[in-house]
Structures are given as structure tokens and as C-alpha cells.
């Protein structure tokens, strides 16, 4: 397992479509976050599965994204009807179940461009 | 809600200087961890070095240290013998809850290393 690993890494669309990303993270990693990160800005966090279940979603996360982890493993982040405004990079990571000071590691994240 | 300030957005040093990183944070949890995260042009974040903050002790990884101070709330990232590996942006954080990954992150700097 070389690691988190994220598909596409670039993806244009135009505005009103349809995107979904997927994220396949470390194998026994039983915890999967997801970060939206714009330019010249730190990640910030979108929502979060344990397993298969999504624990918590950020404010950020509006009704037209949605995210999935349907069997633990691989986990998808679907954002529908784009807008100019959900360009950003898109980034996620996996730790194994343990205290805050776990490590978190990261794949290099997709780049989505709405024109 | 915790908060993450990086007061530097750019910095620049030649290779072999030392050169120190900036960022405070609030946190209303007593027991908690802080992170620095390196992200490289192109390349996925990796964690560089972790703080316990009960723990007076200031962490070291090899060139990277940290001064930790609790009672300012500063932790602040000291790389020695900067190599031009060390090029790009450095990101503080600190978990949002206890027992999670959910990670608030600060705007960054972006350190660059000169030959």
C-alpha cells in the first residue's frame, strides 16, 4: 500500500454539472476525512467517516455535496449542480483509529476547476 | 472554536540558514495536540513534526524543532540547516475535538530555499 491515494487529480467542468471524486485511502485505516483547500489558503474540513459511518459534516458541506463510504473502504465526495465558487482542491485523509495525536496522511488531492 | 493564525505568508532564506516559522492558535480544550504539516509544490502533505501541549518538553524530528509556549499560545517551527528539500508551504493545525483528525489548519507560509 503506497498510500492515500485520490482520482482524477485535475478535473474541469462547467458550471452545473456534475463531479465525483474518489478517495481510496491507507487499507487499515479505519477513519477517512475529506479538506477543501483554496489558493493560498490552509485545508478546511468537510466532513468525516468512522468506518462506513459519516460522523460529523461542516457547515461548508452545502446540500448540494454529498459524501459516501459505502463499505469502510474507498469513499467518494459527489458535488452537484457546480459553481464557480467550488473550485479548490480537494483533499483527503485517512488515520487509524486513535487519539487526536494520530496521524493523519494525506493524498495529493484533486484540483477542481469550474469554468 | 479553535483558531489558527500564521502571521507569515511568505518567507525566503538561503540554504544551510536557520530559519523559524510563526503561528498561535486558541483552543478552549486543555488536553490537546498541536501539528505542523509540509506541503510540498504538487505533492501531498506530510506531517513534520507533533506537540504534546502537556508535555513542557519541546518536540524535535531531527532539523525541526519547536518552541512551545502554552501559556502565549505559540508554537512556532524552527528548521535548522535548511536544505532546498524544505521548499514549500507549512501549515500549523490543531485538532477541532479531542480523539479525532478533524483538523483546523492556519493559512500557511510559504518558505522558500535558496542555493
Known amino acids: 500500500d503506497t498510500g492515500v491515494s485520490q482520482d482524477p487529480r485535475h478535473k474541469i467542468t462547467k458550471r452545473g454539472q456534475n463531479v465525483t471524486f474518489r478517495c481510496d485511502p491507507i487499507?487499515?485505516?479505519?477513519?477517512l476525512y475529506w479538506y477543501r483547500q483554496t489558493l493560498g489558503q490552509g485545508p478546511e474540513f468537510l466532513t468525516y467517516f468512522q468506518n462506513e459511518a459519516q460522523l460529523e459534516k461542516s457547515r461548508l458541506l452545502s446540500d448540494r455535496f454529498s459524501a459516501e463510504r459505502p463499505k469502510g473502504s474507498f469513499s467518494t465526495l459527489e458535488i452537484q449542480r457546480t459553481e464557480q465558487g467550488d473550485s479548490a482542491m480537494y483533499l483527503c485523509a485517512s488515520s487509524f483509529l486513535g487519539g487526536e495525536n494520530t496521524e493523519a496522511f494525506f493524498g495529493q488531492g484533486t484540483r477542481l476547476t469550474v469554468v | 472554536a479553535q483558531t489558527v493564525t500564521q502571521s507569515q505568508p511568505e518567507m525566503s532564506v538561503q540554504e544551510a540558514e536557520t530559519v523559524t516559522l510563526s503561528c498561535t492558535y486558541d483552543t478552549s480544550e486543555n488536553n490537546y495536540y498541536l501539528f505542523w504539516y509540509k506541503q510540498p509544490p504538487s505533492r501531498q502533505m506530510i506531517l513534520v513534526i507533533r506537540q504534546e501541549a502537556y508535555k513542557q518538553q519541546n518536540a524535535t524530528e531531527n532539523r525541526f524543532s519547536v518552541n512551545f509556549q502554552k501559556a502565549a499560545k505559540s508554537f512556532s517551527l524552527k528548521i535548522s540547516d535548511s536544505q532546498l528539500g524544505d521548499t514549500a508551504m507549512y501549515f500549523c493545525?490543531?485538532?477541532?475535538?479531542?480523539?479525532?483528525?478533524?483538523?483546523?489548519f492556519g493559512q500557511g507560509t510559504r518558505l522558500t530555499i535558496n542555493p
Open positions: 487499507s487499515e485505516h479505519n477513519r
Open positions: 493545525a490543531v485538532p477541532m475535538i479531542q480523539g479525532a483528525q478533524k483538523l483546523v
